[in-house]
């Protein structure tokens, strides 16, 4: 060992005598490295020397070869890469000389170039100018040509020629509109207006000379009048008269757009963008215009504030007075003359827009006196709706609506019909029949057994969402909705107020008929929100959200997935109260049901005859006044409560009954074989029977009963049995032993699935009648 020790010391020193050049190729280092991490201290590791002395000269010879092999090829590859320099360097001289040559040739070039350049830059400039005034005056002639030819046409009375001419030439005066040549523009805009007023006047004339064959407007009664229907001889001449003016006013569309601009509200409407009323249809209107105007404004006797039914109902009698007429003889002109117009439609979209003029003046004049406010916006109402199932108009038209949706207007809309939903939910609350159902005497119908102000509360958020939902703007339409939301959690707090008053009485007529009235809003609102009108307002309540920064992603999410609804706020806090409610009336009769079974509790279980020592089985005298205080609430509650909500309270009662029967009968006393036996008679033959008009299968309700007693009126074998199994199986468990029969397996053959292992082996204990052996 001391010559071992005086080796390792050698090699030591010979370690610190090598140290490493960090900043040369350091051979000695990895050399004195190499030995010692294959050669080491064990000196028996020396046979492996020839192995590894064969192994380095064979590296060696490949690191030689690798030098030999680079050493001749990297002199050419260095030797290419010059030579390519020298030819690149060689050809860039050569470029640089070249483009030296060029450039001063090209100065050169230029410098000779240069005067022959201006003289040329100013004979282009003269040239230029020349076109510009020789297209000025080819455009100047060409007005004169089209104007010359539309005079020719008229002296020789060919006025359809003279109307596409006119119409030729405002389309050019459209192309010309991106001209800076302001007199050409003026000139062939004075032009267009020169001829246009000229045929237009005589079209006009013409056209009305017509339609007054055709005893046109038709302003009487449709069945008493003979429009359309000129003398029989004449009545082709006056059709094709028709026709043919009506075409020829179609051409004079395009510049009468261009020179008459349209009489349009102010912006704050709103109104959608719409092209002007065609030229025909504008002189056919001209007399109802005239009417209207001198009927419905300044001092006539028609024209009153508190009457916007006459000049509505007016305007709808004139749209279905000339529908016939329009459909029949206008638009196949239409139609032949290529145009996408609906005679109907342009009609009614003309005498609308003479009803936005008038709602827009008598507005400001009656906003703040409620009555006549409200009366207007009824009226407006009824207008709009058969204005659109009637007659077809179209929502993409302005309407109505748009002028109702003016900011202040609409403000004072909110403001009213709020306050007459507050007035209708006042009246509907006191009223004496509020608590009544209307179809009370009708079985088929009062399922829900709905309380009369419950179901006209409804209704009038129905009638709220009938008058919102042809708003123009998602905007507009959702704060309605909000509207109807403060109306619903008024009224849940309403019929909270008077619950409270009735809560010493829980199973009363009126304390009953508030839980139907707010079941039966929370299943109508439920409803509601799968409906396409609120699916779409809640889309525009996640665009507004979003934008917003409203809501948390999670809500957003959900409004976005349709996984919750416009209405869940307020069917949250009616589905809380009901089951407060619901909470309130079982805890009532759950409380006399444990009153009643005061004596039953105090049964002597444990000395109670057995089943064969009985003739007959009869139910317990102590737990009649139980029973019968089941049945009669049970009855009372199913005449009261609507089914749905029946279904939750006997299902609520059963589970507390179940429970409590369980615990303070059952586990709180010992049984006999004739105690066990006359449990289960009392709940299998008389308990459970009481709730199996109300589902098939009552003891599923009460399975804490039902298995006690299989547990209780086992047979001495089977329960022994039982008992040894649960025994061995609380020792498999505490040993670990994972082999040994299944308790839960046992407990199941036997239909016991609802109670635990303990509860059982306790519920074995209060049998009374076990052999000694067993004990």
């Not at 279905?320 to 009614?348: C, R, W």
């Amino acid at each position: 060992s001391i010559a071992e020790k005086e080796k390792m010391a050698t090699v030591a020193v010979g370690k610190k005598e090598v140290a490493r050049d960090l900043d040369h190729c350091d051979i000695p280092y990895y050399v004195s490295e190499f030995v010692e991490r294959e050669v080491g201290t064990d000196y028996d590791s020396l046979r492996k020397l020839d192995n590894l002395i064969d192994k380095l000269s064979e590296n060696k010879k490949q690191l030689e070869e690798q030098v030999l092999t680079v050493s001749s090829e990297v002199p050419k590859r260095i030797q290419n890469a010059l030579k390519n320099a020298e030819d690149s360097k060689k050809s860039l001289s050569r470029l640089l000389e070249e483009e030296t040559l060029l450039s001063d040739s090209i100065s050169s070039h230029l410098l000779k170039a240069q005067p022959w350049m201006e003289d040329l830059g100013v004979l282009i400039s003269q040239v230029e100018e020349i076109e510009r005034h020789l297209s000025y005056l080819k455009w100047i002639s060409r007005i004169e040509e089209l104007s010359d030819s539309i005079q020719q046409h008229l002296m020789t009375n060919n006025v359809p020629e003279a109307a596409s001419t006119l119409a030729f030439m405002a389309e050019l005066d459209i192309k010309l509109q991106e001209s800076s040549c302001s007199h050409l523009l003026a000139f062939m805009r004075s032009t267009v207006k020169f001829w246009h007023k000229i045929l237009k006047d005589k079209l006009s004339s013409d056209f009305e000379e017509v339609l007054t064959q055709l005893r046109w407007p038709f302003v009487g009664p449709p069945q008493s009048q003979a429009f359309g229907l000129p003398a029989p001889a004449s009545a082709p001449d006056v059709y094709n008269n028709l026709e043919m003016l009506f075409c020829q006013l179609l051409k004079l569309q395009t510049s009468d757009a261009l020179l008459t601009k349209p009489k349009q509200l102010p912006e704050k409407y709103s109104l959608p963008p719409s092209p002007p009323i065609i030229l025909p249809i504008q002189i056919m209107l001209n007399p109802l215009q005239k009417r209207f105007k001198y009927h419905f404004t300044g001092n006539k006797q028609t024209n009153v504030l508190n009457k916007p039914e006459w000049y509505l109902t007016q305007v709808l009698m004139w749209i279905g007075n000339h529908a016939k007429f329009l459909d029949d003889k206008i638009q196949p002109i239409l139609d032949k003359a290529g145009s996408s117009v609906n005679a109907g439609l342009e009609f009614s979209r003309a005498l609308v827009m003479l009803i936005l003029e008038k709602l827009a003046a008598d507005i400001p004049c009656l906003l703040y006196d409620d009555t006549l406010f409200c009366h207007l916006v009824d009226e407006v109402l009824l207008f709009e709706r058969e204005l659109y199932s009637v007659h077809g108009y179209l929502s993409s038209f302005p309407s109505c609506m748009h002028i109702l949706s003016e900011e202040s207007c609409f403000q004072r809309w909110l403001t009213v019909e709020k306050k007459f939903a507050l007035q209708k939910m006042d009246s509907m609350l006191s009223s004496e029949a509020a608590w009544v159902s209307q179809y009370k005497d009708i079985t088929d119908v009062d399922e829900m057994k709905v309380p009369d102000c419950a179901e006209t509360f409804m209704t009038l958020l129905l009638v709220i969402t009938d008058r919102y939902k042809n708003l123009p703007t998602a905007s507009r339409k959702l704060q309605f909705l909000g509207l109807q939301k403060e109306l619903v959690d008024d009224f849940r707090i309403r019929l909270t107020q008077v619950m409270k008053e009735e809560t010493r009485a829980s199973l009363g007529f009126r304390y009953c008929a508030i839980l139907n009235a707010v079941n039966y809003i929370a299943t109508v609102l439920a409803d509601w929100a799968d409906n396409v009108f609120f699916l779409q307002l809640q889309q525009a309540e996640l665009e507004v959200r979003a934008e917003s920064n409203a809501a948390s992603k999670l809500q957003l999410g959900q409004l976005a997935s349709m996984e919750s609804s416009v209405f869940d706020e307020m069917i949250n806090l009616l589905e809380r109260l009901k089951h407060d409610m619901l909470t309130r009336q079982v805890d009532h009769v759950f409380r006399e049901v444990k009153d009643a079974a005061k004596l039953y509790k105090k049964e002597r279980w444990l000395s109670l005859p057995s089943q064969a020592e009985q003739a007959v089985m009869s139910l317990s005298s102590t737990a009649c006044p139980m029973l019968l205080t089941l049945r009669d609430r049970l009855l009372q509650l199913e005449q009261q409560l609507c089914h749905s909500l029946f279904k939750i309270f006997w299902q609520m009662l059963a589970e507390k009954v179940d429970i409590y029967i369980y615990q303070e009968i059952i586990m709180a006393n010992h049984f006999n074989e004739g105690g066990a036996a006359q449990l289960q008679f009392d709940m299998s033959r008389n308990l459970f029977p009481l709730f199996s008009h109300y589902c098939k299968r009552p003891e599923n309700y009460f399975k804490h009963i039902k298995e006690a007693c299989i547990i209780l009126n086992l047979n001495i074998g089977s329960a022994l049995l039982l008992k040894d199994v649960l025994q061995s199986a609380s020792e498999t468990e505490t040993m670990l032993k994972p082999h040994q029969p299944s308790a839960t397996a046992a407990l199941n053959e036997l239909g016991v699935y609802k109670l635990a292992q303990k509860d059982v082996e306790i519920l074995l204990n209060l049998r009374a009648s076990w052999p000694n052996a067993g004990k």
